[in-house]
T-cell receptor, first 112, second 112 residues
Framework: AQSVSQHNHHVILSEAASLELGCNYSYGGTVNLFWYVQYPGQHLQLLLK??????LVKGIKGFEAEFIKSKFSFNLRKPSVQWSDTAEYFCAVLPYGQNFVFGPGTRLSVLP | ETGVTQSPTHLIKTRGQQVTLRCSSQSGHNTVSWYQQALGQGPQFIFQ???????GRGNFPPRFSGLQFPNYSSELNVNALELDDSALYLC???????????FGQGTRLTVV
């Protein structure tokens, strides 16, 4: 069965620190990859997605992610976090013709 | 706002009861998926409806059932509620032209 793992359960950073959240998936076929963010009390919002082409994708709010096919990874990065980035971050895989498989999430706390 | 609305926002039910959750999909979307998000976990796929037919199901028992209506809105029904059914239930809508899914804010179900 397909699975998605996220390296960290909870990450705590100070403002202006750089962020990298790890995501690995297990699926050998064609996949679409996503990062969603869930701010406290709000719905899941799409940060960015990868379907094909340039493996470095840029999303909203200064986030980017790199797809490394050989490592089955899709890590999320931001060079300088803000207090407003405090949220839960979910990596998700959409295997072709199937349904979303989400990772367990990483809680990011940014200290002012 | 995503254009996906769910009702009710919060619900408390007693073990053994039945519950119906509702979702209005974004305009132009013909596919609705339902997810269960337990506390501290990522969303787990329940099932998907495409043009009023079930189009995929996750690892959930038959007491989880659904419907999609001609206007593409959807219901999730859960019979014989158990304590472990307490979770945030998310609805996501999408179209068959784009894999991106838009999520509602969810219904928080508490079973006591």
């Amino acid at each position: 069965a397909q699975s998605v793992s996220q390296h960290n359960h909870h990450v705590i950073l100070s403002e202006a620190a750089s962020l990298e959240l790890g995501c690995n998936y297990s699926y050998g076929g064609t996949v679409n990859l996503f990062w969603y963010v869930q701010y406290p009390g709000q719905h899941l919002q799409l940060l960015l997605k990868y379907f094909s082409g340039d493996p470095l994708v840029k999303g909203i709010k200064g986030f980017e992610a790199e797809f490394i096919k050989s490592k089955f990874s899709f890590n999320l990065r931001k060079p300088s976090v803000q207090w407003s980035d405090t949220a839960e971050y979910f990596c998700a895989v959409l295997p072709y013709g199937q349904n979303f498989v989400f990772g367990p999430g990483t809680r990011l706390s940014v200290l002012p | 706002e995503t254009g996906v609305t769910q009702s009710p926002t919060h619900l408390i039910k007693t073990r053994g009861q039945q519950v119906t959750l509702r979702c209005s999909s974004q305009s132009g979307h013909n596919t609705v998926s339902w997810y269960q998000q337990a506390l501290g976990q990522g969303p787990q796929f329940i099932f998907q409806y495409y043009r009023e037919e079930e189009n995929g199901r996750g690892n959930f028992p038959p007491r989880f059932s659904g419907l999609q209506f001609p206007n593409y809105s959807s219901e999730l029904n859960v019979n014989a509620l158990e304590l472990d059914d307490s979770a945030l239930y998310l609805c996501a809508s999408s179209s068959d032209r784009d894999a991106e899914a838009f999520f509602g804010q969810g219904t928080r179900l508490t079973v006591v």
